[in-house]
């Protein structure tokens, strides 16, 4: 396995442990030290820890139906670092959030150190799915449903 392939696992086996809700799973991508970086809005960020991540994630699938699909990814040659598209489906709440991020990995890419998590659009409560404006995601790919089974709301 070349070294952007061991990246690209790596981002896939972090988005089950998000849509599984796996508190553990979820620890065990990040160095103890991780951070997630969010665009301003979201009340405690960055999330400054392996732990700090996992209960946000968690916390996000059980009071909103959070899940997630990968559209995109592009990883560095030497696997350091990578760069994703991705959705992020709130079944619980009724809306859609579109965006970006850029990973950071450990020296042996076994863990994530850093994500900076970039929006397609401001996040705008008014509307359903806040997306790139006049962007065709159905055309070009992208998925347009969430991942089965949607999580339940607590």
């Avoid at 009340?43 to 059980?62: H, K, L, M, Q």
């Avoid at 990968?70 to 991705?86: M, N, R, S, T």
């Avoid at 997306?131 to 790919?141: A, M």
């Amino acid at each position: 396995m070349t070294p952007a392939e061991k990246a690209e696992k790596l981002i896939r086996h972090y988005f089950d442990m998000c849509n599984a809700a796996d508190r553990q799973g979820l620890v065990g991508c990040f160095t103890e030290d991780g951070v997630h970086y969010f665009p301003p809005g979201l009340p405690g960020a960055p999330w400054r820890s392996a732990e700090a991540i996992a209960d946000g994630w968690v916390r996000c699938v059980r009071t909103m139906g959070s899940s997630w699909t990968i559209e995109k990814v592009l990883a560095a040659p030497d696997g350091k670092e990578a760069v994703i598209e991705w959705t992020h489906w709130k079944t619980g709440i009724g809306e859609i959030l579109r965006g970006d991020e850029w990973y950071i990995f450990s020296d042996d890419i076994t863990k994530i150190r850093e994500i900076r998590a970039y929006y397609a659009a401001p996040v705008n409560k008014a509307e359903p799915e806040n997306k790139l404006y006049g962007f065709d995601y159905e055309s070009r790919g992208y998925h347009m449903a969430p991942p089965s089974p949607a999580p339940e709301v607590e």
